[in-house]
C-alpha cells in the first residue's frame, strides 16, 4: 500500500509557457501533500504544503503566483509552473501523508525549459 | 539555516562490510527521525524511522541509532549490498508540525561487489 503516482514523468516546455504536474495517491487518502524540488546533487527542499480543500502553506521564497497549487481531493494534488523560465528545470516531487509522520514520495517529473 | 546536515557527501564501503551514515541536527524541537533511500530520476522511498523516546531501532539489515544529547544519527547497513548504492536522506521533524519533514543535504552510498 500507500502508492503515490506522478504524472507527467518528464515534461519539455518552451519559455514562458505553463506545465502542469499531478500528484495521486492511489491506495489511500492523503490529509496533507507536499511538493519538493531537488537540484543536482542537492537536498530535497520543500516548496509548499497542501492540504484538501485549503490554500496551500508556501515555504519562503516560493513565490505562490508561480506555483500553483491545487489540492482539489484526498486522492489528487496539482502543481502548475506558470511562465516558466530555463531557472525553473529541475526535478519536482510530490509526497502524501495519512495521520502520521511518514510521507510516501512520488517518482519525481523532470522538468526541462527551453 | 541547514537544521539537518549530512556531512559526507559520498560513501563507499566493499560488499558484506558495515555502511554507517550520519546525520547531525541542530533544532531541539526535533523528536521524530525518518531514513530515505533514493535512486536516480525516482522519489525517495521510507527505509526507517525513529523516535526521540528510542535511542535505537533495528529493522533487518537496517539499524538507526540516536543520541539525542549530541543531536546525532546513524544508520548502519549491515551486511551492505551492491543494490544498497543509493542516496540516502535523513529528515526530521518535531511532532507539533504534523508530517512537515526537514531534509538533510544526503550522502551516495557505494557498495563495491
Known amino acids: 500500500g500507500a502508492v503515490v503516482s506522478q504524472h507527467p514523468s518528464r515534461v519539455i516546455c518552451k519559455s514562458g509557457t505553463s506545465v502542469k504536474i499531478e500528484c495521486r495517491s492511489l491506495?489511500?487518502?492523503?490529509?496533507?501533500m507536499f511538493w519538493y524540488r531537488q537540484f543536482p546533487k542537492q537536498s530535497l527542499m520543500l516548496m509548499a504544503t497542501?492540504?484538501?480543500?485549503?490554500?496551500?502553506?508556501?515555504e519562503q521564497g516560493v513565490e505562490k503566483d508561480k506555483f500553483l497549487i491545487n489540492h482539489a481531493s484526498l486522492t489528487l494534488s496539482t502543481l502548475t509552473v506558470t511562465s516558466a523560465h530555463p531557472e525553473d528545470s529541475s526535478f519536482y516531487i510530490c509526497?502524501?501523508?495519512?495521520?502520521?509522520?511518514?510521507?510516501?514520495f512520488g517518482p519525481g517529473t523532470r522538468l526541462t525549459v527551453t | 539555516d541547514q537544521q539537518v546536515k549530512q556531512n559526507s557527501p559520498s560513501l563507499s564501503v566493499q560488499e558484506g562490510r558495515i555502511s554507517i551514515l550520519n546525520c547531525d541536527y541542530t533544532n531541539s524541537m526535533f523528536d521524530y527521525f525518518l531514513w530515505y533511500k533514493k535512486y536516480p530520476a525516482e522519489g525517495p522511498t521510507f527505509l526507517i524511522s525513529?523516535?526521540?523516546?528510542?535511542d535505537k531501532n533495528e529493522d533487518g539489515r537496517f539499524t538507526v541509532f540516536l543520541n539525542k544529547s549530541a543531536k546525532h544519527l546513524s544508520l548502519h547497513i549491515v551486511p551492505s549490498q551492491p543494490g544498497d548504492s543509493a542516496v540516502y536522506f535523513c529528515a526530521a521533524t518535531p511532532s507539533s508540525s504534523g508530517s512537515r519533514l526537514t531534509f538533510g543535504e544526503g550522502t551516495q552510498l557505494t557498495v563495491n561487489p
Open positions: 525513529i523516535s526521540s523516546i528510542k
Open positions: 509526497s502524501a501523508s495519512r495521520d502520521d509522520y511518514e510521507q510516501y
Open positions: 491506495d489511500f487518502q492523503a490529509t496533507t
Open positions: 497542501s492540504n484538501e480543500g485549503s490554500k496551500a502553506t508556501y
